[in-house]
């Protein structure tokens, strides 16, 4: 049973992240790697919140409007920056946040992790339900609205900012608006983090996940957005908790996501240059 | 006076080993023009493989270390090489996804074969400097200057070469490149092997330095791509960018403590991409505005 709850959770968080990265990469066309630190702060916020005796509602609300400010702020970057120093400048984000959290330790405990003090008012099986509930209902949300016009106009955006500059588009209010939307998806999954195990750490929600979740992002068919993000989330997420209960030693755990985040990353790289080369 | 001298020494054994990584990707980034991370799992290949040879081979010989951190920085840099050849600009956001893919592969190999990295090895890095021959405070600082500027020298004289030229002709226009009769392929795999080269010798430097990790190389080649954004290729403002930097890290770590010491590099690249945007973003209203007004005086 903890097991199912592990492993639920777990998916659901790295796949709330995959539509946030997924959603930038094909309404921005930009590569947003920056996904596991918005969690972060936004987990760290929504502790810190609840545990100063704010109500979970509001303490929720306002670390998602923390998550949706960063968001904006890199989509007002994404419109105005080249893809490569996007990606660039989200690496040392990731690497600047990470830091930070260490260094506050008067707030965020440091290396020792943030705990949450009041118990949540949800049992183990409601919380994995409503993590699963609200993936599903995210990753419906947004095949939905690739469909509708605005969406298509996002995703010739994505395709080509130059396209939909001669067809009435601009570029950077679409990569401003889907960076700050992505962002929110990012920080709901910070958000499960800190309900689901009641704590946080700086390596928690790192840049090693926000890379993983980039490769699924890239890799989820745009179509078949709900199916490709379940199965590659599975995949990439998901496998961490089956080696961990096969009892696999914890570097080698690590070893094999890596691997497998690495070699998709590389795939779908290889991939995409070749259809746009095509 | 104690402090203030640790601090300096600290700071030049840092803006040597800065340097080095810099010269390695002088040929990368500035001449072919590629953005890749690729040299970030070529340091971190070096200071495993040189640890490997000392280790196995019972030997606190300089040079071994030096040849398999040479060698596996050089064999690593290839690979990534191919795998940046394909892109040929045509992405080069895709391109820099490519190399993080690579370097996390290399990354996450390095912690299956040897169980975790600090676990494994940890400050128990064999040291070959350790046998006193070396004068100085860290053991290796000595050698590393001479490595920096033997570096240095290398590329400065490999940018005269036909090699050289054939890269910058490649960084510009691939087009261009293949009309002069260059294989551009083949001349990036030459320039960025020996690039890996120079890095993986950094990357044995930086272990003995702060242990191993198969994470080594990524905030040190992070660095070296915001100072050698900053500074352009002229090696003396690389030098002067790498030690402005490292002098303001330790002062930052002196002053708020090592966390924050590790964040400034980082946020020197932020900072230098966002001059670069606002500077672009000028540039490009300025001729907006002799568009649309052809009368305005040039």
């Not at chain 1, 596991?36 to 929720?60: D, H, L, M, R």
């Not at chain 1, 009892?247 to 070699?263: E, H, K, N, S, W």
């Not at chain 2, 702060?210 to 500074?231: E, M």
Request: proline fraction near 3%; aromatic fraction near 8%; glycine fraction near 12%.
């Amino acid at each position: 049973m903890a097991f199912a709850f592990l492993l639920v959770v777990s998916v659901s968080i790295g796949a709330l992240l995959s539509i946030a990265a997924h959603c930038s990469f094909r309404a921005a066309g930009r590569l947003f790697i920056v996904t596991g630190s918005i969690a972060a702060v936004a987990a760290y916020t929504f502790i810190g919140a609840v545990n100063q005796g704010i109500p979970w509602f509001v303490a929720e609300a306002v670390a998602l409007l923390c998550g949706w400010l960063l968001g904006m702020l890199l989509g007002w970057l994404a419109g105005r920056m080249s893809g490569e120093a996007f990606l660039l400048i989200g690496l040392a984000l990731a690497e600047v946040t990470r830091r930070l959290l260490y260094h506050f330790d008067a707030v965020t405990s440091g290396a020792y992790g943030l705990r949450l003090l009041t118990p949540a008012p949800l049992g183990t099986g409601a919380v994995a339900s409503l993590a699963a509930t609200i993936v599903l209902f995210l990753a419906s949300g947004l095949a939905w609205f690739f469909r509708t016009p605005l969406g298509c106009e996002w995703l010739v955006s994505g395709a080509s900012s130059r396209a939909a500059s001669l067809l009435g588009s601009n570029p950077q209010r679409v990569a401003l608006w889907a960076v700050g939307l992505s962002a929110l998806a990012a920080a709901q999954a910070g958000i499960l983090h800190a309900v689901a195990f009641q704590y946080v750490h700086p390596d928690d929600l790192a840049l090693g996940l926000g890379v993983a979740a980039l490769a699924v992002g890239v890799a989820a068919p745009p179509r078949h957005v709900v199916a490709g993000v379940a199965i590659l989330s599975f995949a990439a997420f998901g496998l961490r908790e089956v080696l961990r209960l096969v009892d696999t030693a914890g570097p080698a755990r690590f070893a094999v996501y890596q691997i497998v985040a690495g070699i998709v990353l590389i795939g779908m790289a290889l991939r995409t240059a070749a259809n746009e080369v095509g | 006076m104690g402090v203030l001298s640790q601090l300096l020494n600290g700071a030049l054994a840092a803006s040597v080993l800065l340097a080095l990584t810099c010269t390695a990707l002088v040929g990368q980034l500035v001449w072919l023009r590629v953005v890749s991370l690729s040299l970030a799992a070529s340091f971190a290949a070096g200071a495993y493989t040189a640890h490997l040879a000392v280790s196995s081979l019972h030997t606190d010989s300089v040079a071994i270390a030096l040849f398999a951190a040479a060698l596996g920085g050089g064999l690593c840099a290839s690979v990534g090489a191919l795998l940046d050849s394909t892109f040929h600009r045509k992405g080069a956001a895709l391109a820099l996804m490519c190399s993080l893919g690579f370097v996390t592969v290399i990354q996450g190999l390095m912690t299956f074969l040897t169980g975790g990295g600090v676990t494994a090895f940890g400050l128990n890095v064999v040291n070959p400097f350790a046998g006193g021959a070396w004068l100085g405070q860290p053991s290796w600082l000595p050698l590393g200057i001479a490595m920096a500027s033997f570096a240095a020298g290398t590329q400065f004289w490999i940018g005269r070469t036909w090699a050289g030229r054939a890269a910058v002709a490649i960084g510009d226009s691939v087009e261009l490149a293949l009309v002069l009769g260059v294989n551009p392929r083949s001349c990036q795999l030459l320039i960025q092997t020996v690039g890996g080269a120079v890095a993986g010798a950094a990357g044995l430097l930086g272990a003995l330095d702060a242990g191993l990790r198969p994470d080594i190389g990524f905030a040190v080649v992070l660095k070296a791509f915001g100072i050698l954004l900053a500074s352009g290729s002229s090696l003396w403002h690389v030098l002067a960018w790498a030690a402005g930097l490292v002098v303001m890290e330790q002062f930052v770590g002196f002053m708020w403590g090592g966390q924050l010491r590790e964040a400034t590099g980082p946020t020197f690249l932020a900072l230098v991409l966002l001059a670069g945007m606002i500077r672009e973003r000028t540039r490009g209203n300025r001729i907006q505005r002799r568009v649309v007004a052809p009368g305005e005086p040039t």
